[in-house]
């Protein structure tokens, strides 16, 4: 796959294209597989009808013609209504691009990104950040899984790492969500290099989840230590689908 993002580079237009598309579909894939367990999506319910919510008119059918029959009107609490529950969870990606964005790192980044769609399709953002943090695919959004994973492909690493920026639009993004769980998902190595503190953005997140390239995750495992965060070594690319897992089915 790293090898895929670095063809994606190349100048010849043909290639660039051709690797860029089979980079995508295989990202997408991949991640699908990854994706074992609950979704983040509304679930249908079933409730009394004095509650809110459509009429289920087959299952008031009973109630509707008892009243029927003697010419009065159904109580509202025993005709049944359908309402969709909240999601039961939201994510918010965030990617430091802060240093040298490899076909390695962006092949890692580009996955975890088409996990989150896999893993909370209702409710799911991807921010990007070195100096400033830029939202690649809002909280609510009709962008696609490809174009998504095309726009992280595309990245380029540089300047700055302002993480308690890169939080704190995170958690702008996770704000407006109605999801019972509101997670941030850090691909970095936690390494600030801006003159804010991240630790209060930090402190600030319901739910900080940090995954850190394994060769360097020492100032991850502090920060994770210092936040309440938890966080998860990334081996490769290839694992960042099951670290995502391992990361969010954590009991």
Do not use: Y
Not at 170 to 191: G, M, P
Not at 225 to 230: H, K, N, P, S
């Amino acid at each position: 796959m790293a090898l895929l993002v670095e063809m994606s580079k190349a100048t010849d237009e043909s290639l660039r294209a051709a690797a860029r598309g089979l980079a995508r579909r295989l990202m997408i894939d991949v991640a699908r597989r990854g994706v074992l367990r609950g979704r983040g999506v509304g679930k249908l319910r079933r409730d009394r009808a004095d509650r809110g919510g459509e009429l289920d008119l087959d299952r008031s059918l009973p109630a509707l013609v008892d009243a029927a029959a003697i010419g009065g009107v159904p109580p509202v609490d025993e005709l049944v209504a359908r309402r969709w529950a909240r999601p039961e969870l939201a994510l918010c990606l965030v990617i430091d691009t802060s240093g040298s964005m490899t076909g390695a790192r962006l092949a890692a980044a580009a996955l975890t990104a088409a996990a989150c769609a896999w893993r909370a399709p209702a409710e799911h953002a991807v921010v990007s950040f070195a100096r400033t943090a830029d939202v690649i695919r809002p909280i609510r959004s009709s962008r696609s899984k490809a174009s998504v994973v095309d726009a992280v492909l595309s990245l380029r690493g540089h300047g700055v790492t302002a993480l308690s920026t890169a939080l704190r639009k995170a958690n702008e993004q996770l704000a407006s969500s109605q999801a019972a769980r509101k997670t941030v998902i850090l691909l970095s190595d936690c390494r600030a290099t801006d003159d804010q503190d991240p630790v209060p953005a930090a402190r600030a997140c319901e739910e900080l989840l940090i995954l850190a390239p394994a060769e360097d995750c020492e100032e991850a495992e502090r920060f994770a230590t210092t936040t309440g965060a938890r966080w998860h070594p990334l081996s490769g690319a290839a694992a960042a689908p099951a670290a995502l897992a391992a990361l969010l089915d954590h009991s």
